[in-house]
C-alpha cells in the first residue's frame, strides 16, 4: 500500500553564506567607530591638556601682570629719588655761590657806596645801592666788568638823593654771573 503522507515534513535549509559585501561592510564601520572613538578620545585629552595650559598661563599672567605693576612701581619710586637726589645735588652745588657772590660784590665794592638790595634770578643778578659820587659808583660798575666771576654788567640807573639830609646816588645796576 502507498502512503501518502500529508503532513509537510520540516527540511532544513542549506544557511545561505552571508555576502561578502555584507561582513565587509561591518567590519568598516566597527573599524572606523573604534578609529574615530579613538581620535574622540585623544581630542578630548588634548582638549582639556589645553584648557589646563590655559588656566595655568591665564594665572602666571595675572601673577606677572602684579609684577609688572611692582615693577613700573618701583621705577616711579626710583624716579622720584632720582629727581630729589639731582635736586639736593644742585642744591649742594650752588650752596656756595650765594656765598661766593657777595663775598666777590663786597671786594668789588670802593670806599664810599653801599649796596641796599640785591635780587638774584638763575644767574641774572640785580643790585642796588647808594654812592657817596658817581665817580665811585663808576668805579665800582668798572670793578664787576674786570671780575672774573661777573659778566655783562649794565648800570641802569643813577639818581641824585638825600638820606638823613646827606645828598648821595642812588644807582641800580644788573649783572650776570659766569657759570
Known amino acids: 500500500m502507498i502512503k501518502v503522507n500529508l503532513i509537510p515534513v520540516k527540511r532544513k535549509k542549506k544557511a545561505k553564506p552571508v555576502p561578502a559585501f555584507l561582513i ?12 574615530s572613538g579613538f581620535l574622540y578620545f585623544r581630542a578630548a585629552t588634548n582638549l582639556s591638556a589645553k584648557e589646563k595650559q590655559f588656566a595655568d598661563n591665564k594665572n602666571r599672567l ?14 616711579q619710586l626710583n624716579k622720584t629719588f632720582e629727581k630729589r637726589s639731582e635736586i639736593i645735588e644742585q642744591l649742594s652745588k650752588n650752596k656756595s655761590v650765594p656765598v661766593i657772590l657777595l663775598d666777590e660784590a663786597s671786594k668789588l665794592l670802593p670806599t664810599g657806596v653801599w649796596l641796599d638790595t640785591m635780587i638774584v634770578s638763575g644767574s641774572t643778578v640785580k643790585v642796588s645801592g647808594f654812592g657817596f659820587s658817581n665817580a665811585e659808583i663808576v668805579t665800582y660798575v668798572n670793578n664787576i666788568k674786570a671780575s672774573q ?10 639818581r641824585s638823593t638825600e638820606v638823613e639830609k646827606v645828598p648821595v646816588y642812588q644807582f641800580q645796576l644788573s649783572f650776570r654771573i659766569k657759570v
Open 149 to 158: 666771576l661777573f659778566t655783562d654788567a649794565y648800570l641802569q640807573q643813577t
Open 62 to 75: 595675572n601673577a606677572l601682570k602684579e609684577k609688572i605693576k611692582e615693577v613700573e612701581n618701583f621705577e
Open 24 to 35: 565587509i561592510g561591518i567590519l568598516v564601520t566597527l573599524v572606523a567607530l573604534f578609529i
